[in-house]
């Protein structure tokens, strides 16, 4: 299998302290009546991976089957920053162990949290330790016993061997500089027969080199994308197998706006590669 050729743009430490910077803020800025979500409808969404603007509980309707995500608490809905619906791809039982990779404020470890029970438990790591603070005190808000939260990277998972049944993620793994790592560890930590469930934001077809190139539009979940193939790749290459990829449907106007939210109008036209290539996804894998 061969290697994904790394975008020779990005350093990686760069990278992560931008991000990290950028979920700092949003966390710190969050508020109950300010929400920022990814694949919403036209008016008013944020760009993926959230911004400031303040956008309707109907985003949540649009972007999560689960019924029960618009029935949290505000303070989590606010901070729901993901690209699709983990939870219902993941299809959990009750008393399985499920780990979130990049968990933000929680909301996809509250609605794991329900279906596993309290005989399950479910982990949610971030890097960022103000999305941390923020999770944890939507924890008590929420009263999920069976819910942790851990500060670390998820390239460097602070979770033992073979300890997970099921691996969920929303919109994060885009963001990570070595998602080759992220994959390995995912792989590392689930038991055998666990699953991957993620939602996230891939290509079809080469971004321009500068987008590539924006810092502020990898944060903003655009830059670090990976071309079908390739992220396909990355699993596998991690060892697991039955690779599923599905597209989910993203409006014209979620790029329009990530597009204007994250100032890449100059360097991207309306006609440009990125309208026509980038898009949500649904992916699951299996580790035997
Ligand atoms: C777009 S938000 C998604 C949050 C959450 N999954 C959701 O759906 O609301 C991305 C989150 O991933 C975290 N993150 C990004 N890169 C990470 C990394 N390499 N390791 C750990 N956390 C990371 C950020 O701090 C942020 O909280």
């Given at each position: 299998?061969?290697?994904?050729?790394?975008?020779?743009?990005?350093?990686?430490?760069?990278?992560?302290?931008?991000?990290?910077?950028?979920y700092?803020?949003i966390a710190?800025?969050s508020?109950?009546?300010?929400?920022?979500?990814?694949?919403?409808?036209?008016?008013?969404?944020?760009?993926?991976c959230g911004?400031?603007?303040?956008?309707?509980?109907?985003?949540?309707?649009?972007?999560?089957?689960?019924?029960?995500?618009?029935?949290?608490?505000?303070?989590v809905?606010?901070l729901s920053l993901g690209?699709?619906?983990?939870?219902?791809?993941?299809?959990?039982?009750?008393?399985?162990?499920?780990?979130d990779?990049g968990s933000g404020g929680g909301i996809d470890c509250?609605?794991?949290?329900?279906?596993?029970?309290?005989?399950?438990?479910?982990?949610g790591?971030d890097?960022t330790?103000?999305m941390i603070?923020k999770a944890?005190?939507n924890?008590?808000?929420?009263?999920?016993?069976?819910?942790?939260?851990?500060?670390?990277?998820?390239?460097?998972?602070?979770?033992?061997?073979?300890?997970?049944?099921?691996?969920?993620?929303n919109c994060v793994?885009?963001?990570?500089?070595?998602?080759?790592?992220?994959?390995?560890?995912?792989?590392?930590?689930?038991?055998?027969?666990?699953?991957?469930?993620?939602?996230?934001?891939?290509?079809?077809?080469?971004?321009?080199?500068?987008?590539?190139?924006?810092?502020?539009?990898?944060?903003?979940?655009?830059?670090?994308?990976?071309?079908?193939?390739?992220?396909?790749?990355?699993?596998?290459?991690?060892?697991?197998?039955?690779?599923?990829?599905?597209?989910?449907?993203?409006?014209?106007?979620?790029?329009?706006?990530?597009?204007?939210?994250?100032?890449?109008?100059?360097?991207?036209?309306?006609?440009?590669?990125?309208?026509?290539?980038?898009?949500?996804?649904?992916?699951?894998?299996?580790?035997?």
């Amino acid at each position: 299998m061969a290697r994904i050729e790394k975008n020779s743009f990005v350093v990686e430490g760069q990278v992560r302290d931008q991000v990290r910077e950028r979920y700092g803020r949003i966390a710190e800025q969050s508020s109950v009546d300010q929400q920022a979500s990814c694949c919403g409808p036209n008016n008013a969404v944020s760009d993926c991976c959230g911004v400031d603007t303040a956008v309707n509980i109907d985003q949540i309707k649009m972007i999560y089957e689960a019924p029960d995500a618009t029935e949290l608490p505000a303070e989590v809905t606010t901070l729901s920053l993901g690209c699709g619906d983990p939870i219902t791809l993941a299809a959990l039982q009750p008393g399985q162990t499920v780990l979130d990779l990049g968990s933000g404020g929680g909301i996809d470890c509250f609605l794991a949290a329900k279906r596993v029970g309290q005989t399950g438990r479910v982990i949610g790591v971030d890097m960022t330790a103000k999305m941390i603070e923020k999770a944890r005190a939507n924890k008590v808000k929420v009263g999920a016993d069976n819910v942790e939260f851990r500060l670390g990277e998820i390239e460097h998972l602070p979770v033992a061997d073979g300890s997970v049944d099921v691996v969920i993620s929303n919109c994060v793994i885009n963001l990570s500089p070595d998602k080759e790592q992220v994959f390995r560890e995912a792989f590392r930590v689930l038991r055998p027969g666990g699953k991957l469930a993620v939602s996230d934001i891939v290509t079809d077809g080469p971004l321009p080199d500068a987008v590539k190139q924006d810092m502020a539009a990898w944060a903003g979940c655009i830059a670090g994308a990976l071309e079908v193939h390739d992220y396909i790749g990355a699993i596998e290459a991690a060892g697991f197998v039955d690779v599923e990829l599905t597209p989910v449907y993203m409006d014209k106007s979620v790029i329009d706006d990530a597009v204007e939210q994250l100032q890449l109008r100059e360097i991207v036209s309306e006609d440009d590669s990125l309208y026509h290539s980038v898009f949500s996804a649904k992916v699951t894998a299996f580790r035997t």
